[in-house]
C-alpha cells in the first residue's frame, strides 16, 4: 500500500521503491508510530471529527497491530513503503473503511518527525541511566580506594602521586557531564510537531495541546516548517553520544596501558578479555579495544547528519530519511559500549601495590621534596635544582627518592634532615593536597559525599 498513490498512473519501478523505501530500519518506530496514532485520533474524536466508536474501533485495531508484531504473528515485509504505511495498511485490512480515517489532519511529515522524537526521547532516557549505573560502580570504586596511592600522569610521564579514587573520580565528573547534556537535549526536544501537517499545518480544528500531553511532551512546536524539518535534536543527541564515546574511548586507553605487563596496575577479568590464537601466553583487552575503535563509528554518524542537514531549504526534504540508519546504529552503539564497560570495570581488579610501588619508583613525590626545602628556607628555583641532583643521583644507583640514606640527601643538601622521609611519603604527600578537587583524603571524602547525594537525586 502507498499513502501517494493517486496522482500517479504508473507503478514506480522496483528498484526505485527500493531506494525510496525505509521500512528495512523505520520499522523500529512501530511502538512509537502506535502510539502517536492512538493520540491523533484520540484528539480527533474529542473535537469531533470522528465519532467515539470510529476512535474505538481504530485504537483496537492498532492495539492488536502492536500486539502481533510483538509475538510474531504479523512481520514486516517488503511491499510496504514505511513503517506508516504499513500500520495503516494492516488496519484498512483489519477494520476496513474506518481506517482509512486514521490519517485525516495528518502528514507522513509531522509522523516521521513524531516517531523520530518519540523514539530519541526513549533512547536519551535510556543512555541516562546506563550512565547512571555506570557512575555508580565508578562511585563504589572511590568509595573503596581514598588511600590507594598511584602516580599520576602528564605526557603519559609520571608527575605527582595520587589516589585510585583521585584518577576514577576525574571519569566521574565526565560522565556526570554527559549525564547532563543528555537532560538539556531532553528538555529541548521534548516538544511534539505532531499537528504540523506536511509544512503549514491544516484546516482541521486539531488541538494540538491534546495530542501533545497525551504523548508526554510539554507542548506543541510553534512553527509548523521548523516542526517537520527540525532534526537539531538528534544532532545534539548524536554530539553527546560521541562525547561519551571520547570519555569511553581515553578511560579504555588507559586500561590497555594499565593492563600491559609493563604496568600491570590491573587484571581484567576472564570474561572479558581473550587470548591468542597462536600465543598460549596473552589475555588481550579486546572489549577495551573494541569500544576505543567504535568511537570512530559513532563519530561518523554525527559527521554524517551535519552534512546531510547542512544544504536543506525548508521544509522536509527526502534527505532528511538518511537520518535514521546510522542514528539508529550509534546509539546501540553507545547502548552496547557503556553496559559493557560498567561490565568490565566491575569484575576488573586493581593492582594496589604495583600502583603505589610504580608511584614511588616515578619520583612522583620530586615535588614534594623541593617544597620540603623551600619550607626549610631555600629559593625554589634552588630547591628545584637540588631535587633534579637528587633525581639524576637515584637514576643512576636505580633506586627511589625513599630509599636514599639521609647521608646521601645531605651530601646534595645540607639542609635535609630526618623528616625529610616522612615528608616525601606517598601518604604525605597526597594528604597535604586537601583544596576541594585534590586528591587528599578529606577532600576526596567530600566529594564523595556529593557524588553520594548526586546519585540519589
Known sequence: MKLWGGRFTKETNELVHN???????????????IEGSIAHVTMLAAVHILTDEERDTIIEGLKGIQTDIENGTLEFTEEHEDIH????AHLIERIGDTGKKLHTGRSRN???????????????????QLLKELLNELHTIMKENIET????????????????????????????????RLHDIYERLNYSPLGAGALAGTTYPLDREQTASLLGFYGPTFNSMDSVSDRDYLIEFLSALSTIMM??????????VWNTNEYRFVEIDDSYSTGSSIMPQKKNP?????????????????????????????????DMQEDKEFTFDAIDTVKGCVSLFTGMIKTMKFRKDVMETSAKNGFTNATDAADYL????????????????????CIDKNIALDDMSLEEFQAI???????????????????????????GPEAMQKVIELNEKYLNE
Open 286 to 318: 579486546d572489549i577495551a579495544e573494541l569500544i576505543r575503535g567504535k568511537t570512530g563509528r559513532v563519530y561518523g554518524a554525527l559527521i554524517s547528519i551535519l552534512t546531510t542537514m547542512k544544504g536543506l531549504p525548508l521544509a522536509y526534504n527526502k
Open 19 to 33: 531506494f525510496n523505501a525505509s521500512l528495512s530500519f523505520d520499522q523500529k518506530f512501530y511502538r512509537q508510530d
Open 149 to 180: 596511592y598511584m602516580p599520576g600522569f602528564t605526557h603519559l610521564q609520571k608527575a605527582q602521586p595520587v589516589t585510585l579514587a583521585h584518577h576514577i573520580g576525574a571519569y566521574f565528573e565526565m560522565f556526570k557531564r554527559d549525564r547532563g
Open 374 to 393: 623551600v619550607n626549610h628556607g631555600v629559593p625554589f628555583r634552588d630547591a628545584h635544582g637540588i631535587v633534579g641532583q637528587l633525581v639524576l643521583f
Open 110 to 128: 509531522d509522523q516521521v518527525a513524531l516517531d523520530m522524537k518519540l523514539y530519541t526521547r526513549d533512547e536519551v532516557t535510556a543512555v541516562n
Open 247 to 256: 570519555h569511553l574511548s581515553r578511560f579504555c586507553e588507559e586500561i590497555i
Open 85 to 88: 504505511s504499513f500500520v495503516e
Open 413 to 439: 643538601s645540607p639542609v635535609f634532615q630526618e623528616d625529610i622521609y616522612e615528608a616525601i611519603s606517598m601518604k604525605t604527600c597526597v594528604d597535604k593536597r586537601m583544596t576541594i578537587g585534590a586528591p
